[in-house]
């Protein structure tokens, strides 16, 4: 096979030039035309200045020259030995840890690639520790001495007993990495400075949030399915880091979300330019503000309900206003417990889910209690048709029709969380009536708490019986007892419902329009 060799070109020259200084870079060059054609153009740069140094008695470093044979990725078949490759790293996996026998051992597969092809470098406990840190979408490796074998369809490759590689000089010579990954993968290359980080664990994959901005202030959030090198550990607020090859799409608040796919990897950069990151962060207070990004929200919990996904929908009441908010139970803990206790939500986000408003915890996000169950204290309920913000934080009894509701009852152990949300039209207002109160469960329902917990019902038995409830109660009409609060986000106005609910009763009824009536005149 045809030898090639790879060389730094600049640098060796300036490894002559330092050795012959009264050779200039001009006259090289012309040196290098003429070695080339006197070989009739056979031998390229590379081999001509090798030759021109070894005339002139210049040494150069074996370390600085590599020798190998023109062999292109989409020759290599199952059961080659002494394998010597140059490719372009286009995709980094995670490094995989598992046990054989008491010893741990790691595994690391690099895809790489030339003009031709693509082939996967399989590395292994030692020669993993010697190359992380060390790589980037792009790198060129230089491999010696692999063996090829064919591994679920595909070919790989490893190193062989005395086999290496090596990270080569970056060289106009080889192609971008963009153009060597599937034109599905294609994104673009983002620095971000760090203002949120959060690590969760996932079976044996590091998981990894991050909320930033990039260069141009935009807000940047972005999830990384696994965390490939071990000193990425480090990153915190304010770090910046470079994400290569990355999927861009924008929210309507003008968000950047990142997409990292499989072709996708980052690594911490170093920005010295104090007044960029000073910059930043200001951009960062201000969009926060603006958008409501990153607040805490403290007042008492008087509302908790079982949501999709692992989350719960909550209210948090502070002064004559409630905050509703989406959490994960993860966040919240036992919710029998937070019931009525004083909180405090640490950076949560407003946005938009299905037209209503509402708060969301972050990854980051973290609950405080900072005082446990208070009593519900019970109150005199007066009569009202007229709800409007004088109402607020005062008891009322209100009269109205159900028109949608939510039921839940979370069973587990001998505790059961019941949650009680519906929709009430007064006739002259609507309000969201929600409780977590047995009582007031029980009489709207006409189920026993005590029957749900029953260990013959399943959840899907208890999940069939309470649409079939939400069904029958739709349209029904009540009147409901409880605190008029306001809906902070939708400015609409929410009752938390304290007292049994009571059937309507004709002649009572009959009875508080005529003194209604009576009171206008």
């Not at 082939?119 to 491999?143: R, S």
């Not at 000089?169 to 980080?197: A, E, H, N």
């Not at 260069?215 to 770090?239: A, C, F, H, T, W």
Request: hydrophobic content about 40%; overall charge positive.
């Amino acid at each position: 096979m045809k030898q090639v060799y790879i060389v730094d070109i600049d640098y060796l020259m300036s490894l002559i030039i330092k050795e012959k200084p009264q050779i200039t870079r001009a006259k090289l060059y012309e040196m290098i035309k003429e070695k080339i054609a006197e070989f009739g153009n056979l031998i390229d740069e590379e081999a001509a200045i090798l030759i021109i140094a070894r005339e002139l008695g210049v040494k150069i470093p074996s370390s600085d020259v590599f020798k190998v044979s023109k062999l292109n990725i989409c020759d290599i078949i199952p059961g080659l030995r002494n394998i010597d490759l140059i490719g372009t790293v286009i995709k980094i996996d995670p490094v995989k840890k598992f046990k054989r026998g008491e010893k741990e051992k790691k595994i690391w597969k690099i895809a790489i690639a030339d003009k031709t092809g693509s082939i996967t470098l399989t590395l292994w406990n030692d020669e993993i520790d010697y190359l992380i840190g060390k790589i980037k979408l792009g790198t060129v490796l230089a491999i010696r001495k692999a063996i090829s074998k064919k591994y679920r369809r595909a070919v790989e490759i490893s190193l062989g007993k005395d086999g290496t590689v090596e990270v080569m000089p970056s060289s106009d010579k080889f192609p971008d990495y963009k153009g060597l990954i599937p034109k599905d993968f294609v994104g673009q290359d983002i620095t971000v400075l760090v203002k949120r980080v959060k690590y969760l664990n996932r079976n044996s994959d590091k998981i990894l949030y991050i909320r930033g901005l990039d260069l141009n202030g935009n807000i940047v959030n972005l999830y990384i399915p696994y965390v490939i090198d071990q000193r990425s550990e480090d990153i915190k607020d304010g770090d910046f880091i470079f994400l290569q090859n990355v999927c861009l799409s924008k929210t309507k608040h003008n968000y950047l979300l990142i997409k990292y796919t499989p072709y996708s990897f980052f690594f911490k950069v170093n920005i010295e330019d104090n007044a960029i990151k000073e910059k930043l962060n200001k951009k960062y207070e201000e969009t926060s503000k603006l958008l409501k990004m990153d607040l805490d929200i403290s007042g008492e919990v008087v509302y908790v309900e079982p949501y999709r996904m692992g989350k719960c929908f909550l209210y948090i009441k502070q002064y004559n206003l409630v905050f509703p908010l989406i959490a994960g139970r993860d966040i919240l803990g036992n919710l029998t417990e937070i019931l009525f206790s004083n909180v405090t939500v640490e950076s949560v986000d407003l946005t938009e889910l299905k037209a209503i408003k509402v708060y969301r915890t972050n990854p980051w996000s973290s609950l405080l209690v900072n005082k446990k169950n208070t009593i519900e204290t019970e109150g005199i309920y007066k009569r009202t048709m007229i709800i409007d913000d004088d109402s607020l934080g005062k008891n009322w009894e209100v009269r109205g029709a159900i028109l949608r509701s939510e039921i839940k009852c979370d069973v587990t152990g001998n505790q059961a969380m019941v949650a009680l949300r519906f929709i009430l039209d007064t006739g002259l207002n609507r309000l969201i009536a929600v409780s977590n109160n047995y009582g007031v469960f029980e009489s709207i329902t006409g189920i026993q708490v005590n029957e749900l917990m029953k260990k013959e019902y399943s959840r899907e038995t208890i999940f069939s019986i309470l649409d079939f409830v939400k069904d029958e109660i739709k349209g029904q009409e009540i009147i409901a007892r409880g605190m008029l609060m306001k809906d902070e986000a939708n400015e609409r106005y929410v009752m938390i419902l304290r007292e049994n609910i009571l059937p309507i009763n004709i002649s009572s009824e009959y009875e508080y329009l005529l003194r209604c009536m009576q009171e206008l005149r």
